[in-house]
């Protein structure tokens, strides 16, 4: 009988006979090989233009996807690609016309391979530099397909004949003439559009690469991995003995030997052609009683509590800088700046950016913390300005004596431990706060590119802590901050983020493609350890065509495991065909991660929900007079319920007011309506009911499936979708429904069932007492 032994090598000859086979069908037959699409999948009439072949240099690299030793050590390792869209670095062309992948591979060790990457990028251009200004080209991200094209062109190509031809544009007949000026059109966008995406997949995997050798390289969990995936990955060469006798041996090229990296005296010069807009300077931190400091400060000196020194993960805390700084000649073996900044991190705390126009949210949101028992530090980073008189009211709010308390204190007092009140003065805890600086880490031309919501990512970046909760102004958090440290998707993952509104907003799937096109890829992968993305990711609503997937109100991250995917993130804030398919800054986080190859992040299981108080049965009558089946809540807050258990509210944003946009509203327009908050029996009621804090006593979270199964019409009365915008406090109320759908024409049945939530009397007594707190009721 054959042995296991045998059988297992009888069909692993065969299996490697079999792509033997297959590689050498690939090899000579070549064929025509169209561009690259931006659509998961063109339509055949769309291809109307001939496209070139493929260059010399990428048939070499389609090759080494190809190649026999890089598909078995696929299959060996379970490595697969997902992404289904072919994109790559052009420098591997080039590393690649002179070197054969399974000697390189057998051959260099992993900062052997970080050199060579970047040695070529010298040599191919002395000069080479990545630019933040410069503007990647999008004419439209709707025209991908040529009859989009065609509809969106046809007036401008029939002017251009017109003038030609000296007549009516109105008489220009769509012939030929016409059909070839559209197509040669289309030929001119795509090639452009091609050779914009491919220079932003050369940046953004220059930082990817630079940053892993480079930045977080002496990190001793990454140096261990790094180890093992480079010795795995040459002892399965060593062992392939089939494959041997393919192997040709390593050697430098003449211009890779002529390139004299023993000149180079420190990381500096590499670190400033991927890092222009970096001045190399640290922030200023100012702590409250205006004591300065020109590095990141230790907040041990600073902070008697334990909570903040607790690291999340151990193993990333103790290695962080735990290893020696690899060896390199690029950078003469020394660390480069980003590199030491990431070292210089310390302990937990909370993170805001702000301007003067924020100040009265901030100081809001500093006297909630005070309430929520918050003992980790505050740091408020700032670029533009932030005036004396701003910074003098946030260290009011956070340091003077806080023992006016509202009356519904006597009613939550029990909730909360022996020593919520100062031993001292007898008022709420006083807050650690810091305020950072961060104008001069910009060099001074491209400060231009952080404005807006561009600050928060300097915030992300330049905060020094380790792990840290980053929140806009009027967030409103109902948990102590501890609460999302401890979230089981944090401590697994080290990033947690929350969903938007699973509103009926939508985009081209051609975005999707976009994105993925910008990820890591299978070369990338075998020469650099950068994982390819899984489902985790590409299952994620955003790339089957939902226009809003991440609320960035309040992101949770810890450093030591995703400092690169951050820098990553400020690098798409420069990219306009990025911007351009986003809105602000809401999913360049989690973007940010996965064009990093980073898939360490946990999103909240739910979308948000809209709370408040449920809308009366009566007020929402069908015409028949009958009930309807589903409930309603209606609110201008989107609330985040705790995705482990279902039913408690995490946090929401818009502040605590019932309508935070007070003083933009028309509020006898809003109060003619009758449609909603009917109890209201006059406009000044509807003003004091609007700057009263928002009565927590409901949610409702919609269905949701996906795109194509957004809207249920039916004919039953019911709502045909799980969000509706009102026109109530300047457009910003949204009323949402438990369930949607019902009987339809067709004699079907689309109902969709969502989450109602009741929140206990515990919960609402503290929100009660939260929201008096920030309004400032006694």
Same mark, same amino acid.
């Given at each position: 009988m054959i042995s296991v032994l045998n059988r297992k090598r009888i069909i692993y000859a065969f299996l490697i006979i079999w792509i033997l086979s297959v590689n050498i069908w690939i090899y000579y037959y070549k064929q025509e090989a169209s561009i690259t699409s931006f659509e998961d999948k063109l339509n055949d009439d769309s291809n109307v233009f001939d496209t070139p072949k493929q260059s010399g240099e990428e048939v070499k690299s389609e090759e080494i996807i190809n190649n026999l030793l890089v598909q078995l050590y696929q299959i060996q390792f379970g490595v697969k690609d997902l992404k289904k869209v072919k994109s790559h670095s052009t420098n591997y062309d080039e !590393?690649?016309?002179?070197?054969? !992948?399974?000697g390189l591979l057998k051959k260099l060790n992993f900062q052997q391979r970080c050199d060579l990457y970047f040695n070529n990028l010298y040599i191919k251009d002395i000069n080479w530099k990545l630019?933040?200004?410069?503007?990647? &080209?999008?004419? /439209?991200?709707? /025209?991908?397909? &040529?009859? /989009?094209?065609? +509809?969106?062109?046809?007036?401008?190509?029939?002017?251009? !004949?017109? +003038?030609e031809k000296n007549i009516a544009k109105d008489d220009v007949k769509l012939d030929e003439e016409f059909e070839n000026k559209i197509k040669n059109l289309y030929k001119e966008f795509w090639l452009k559009t091609m050779d914009s995406e491919q220079g932003m997949m050369d940046y953004v995997t220059h930082l990817k690469i630079f940053n892993k050798c480079y930045i977080t390289g002496d990190n001793t969990p990454q140096m261990v991995k790094t180890d093992k995936f480079i010795k795995n990955q040459q002892n399965f060469i060593d062992t392939t003995t089939t494959l041997q006798k393919f192997i040709k041996p390593f050697q430098y090229s003449s211009n890779e030997l002529k390139s004299n990296l023993d000149s180079f005296t420190s990381c500096l010069d590499l670190e400033r052609r991927l890092y222009p807009w970096l001045s190399f300077s640290y922030p200023v931190y100012q702590r409250w009683n205006g004591e300065t400091l020109y590095s990141p400060p230790n907040m041990k000196k600073y902070i008697k509590h334990q909570e903040p020194f607790q690291p999340t993960n151990n193993d990333a805390h103790n290695g962080k800088g735990g290893s020696k700084f690899p060896n390199s000649k690029l950078t003469n073996n020394k660390n480069c700046f980003l590199n030491q900044f990431k070292n210089k991190m310390n302990s937990k705390g909370i993170v805001l950016s702000i301007g003067d126009a924020h100040v009265e949210d901030t100081v809001n949101f500093i006297h909630l913390l005070r309430a929520l028992n918050n003992h980790y530090p505050i740091e408020i980073v700032y670029y533009d300005s932030l005036s004396e008189e701003s910074k003098a009211k946030l260290v009011h709010a956070a340091q003077d004596q806080f023992s006016a308390l509202p009356q519904? &204190?006597?009613k939550v007092s029990q909730f909360f431990p022996d020593d919520y009140l100062d031993e001292n003065d007898g008022g709420l805890p006083k807050q650690e706060l810091w305020f950072v600086n961060a104008y001069n880490v910009i060099h001074d031309d491209f400060k231009h590119k952080f404005k807006g919501f561009s600050n928060k990512f300097i915030a992300t970046m330049f905060n020094s802590f380790e792990e840290f909760i980053l929140v806009d102004a009027d967030t409103i958090p109902v948990q102590n901050m501890n609460f999302f440290f401890n979230l089981k998707g944090y401590k697994s993952k080290g990033a947690y983020f929350f969903k938007d509104r699973s509103a009926p907003e939508f985009r081209p799937l051609s975005d999707a493609t976009f994105f993925k096109k910008l990820t890591p890829s299978i070369i990338d992968n075998l020469m650099f350890d950068i994982p390819l993305l899984t489902d985790h990711t590409f299952n994620l609503d955003f790339f089957q065509g939902m226009g809003h997937l991440m609320e960035s109100g309040l992101v949770a991250i810890d450093r030591n495991l995703h400092f690169n995917s951050i820098l990553m993130m400020i690098q798409l804030n420069f990219f306009k065909p990025v911007l351009q398919r986003v809105y602000g800054d809401k999913e360049i986080f989690w973007l940010g991660f996965a064009i990093n190859g980073d898939e360490g992040y946990t999103f909240n299981k739910y979308f948000a929900a809209s709370i408040g108080e449920e809308t009366p049965a009566n007020d929402r009558l069908k015409p028949d007079g009958n009930p309807s089946i589903s409930r309603e809540v209606c609110g201008a807050h989107p609330g985040h319920i705790n995705g482990e258990d279902g039913k408690s509210l995490a946090w929401f944003n818009s502040g605590f007011k019932f309508c935070g946009q007070y003083d933009k509203t028309d509020f006898?327009?809003?109060?003619?309506?009758?449609q909603h908050l009917k109890h209201l029996k006059s406009i000044e009621e509807m003003k004091i009911f609007y700057q009263n804090p928002l009565i927590l006593k409901n949610a409702v979270i919609p269905p949701f499936k996906n795109k194509l199964e957004t809207y249920c019409d039916n004919i039953v009365n019911e709502p045909n979708r799980g969000w509706v915008m009102q026109s109530y406090c300047n457009q910003y109320l949204w009323c949402a429904y438990s369930s949607i $759908? $019902?009987?339809?024409?067709? $004699?079907?049945?689309?109902?969709q069932v969502g989450q109602f939530i009741e929140f206990d009397k515990r919960s609402t007594d503290l929100f009660a007492y939260y929201g008096d707190i920030w309004v400032g009721n006694e």
């Open positions: !590393i690649f016309k002179n070197h054969e !992948i399974n630019n933040p200004n410069k503007d990647f &080209f999008l004419e /439209s991200r709707h /025209s991908f397909e &040529f009859e /989009s094209f065609r +509809k969106e062109k046809t007036n401008q190509v029939k002017e251009t !004949i017109a +003038k519904l &204190f006597n006898k327009a809003d109060f003619d309506k009758k $759908g $019902g009987a339809t024409r067709e $004699g079907t049945d689309n109902t």
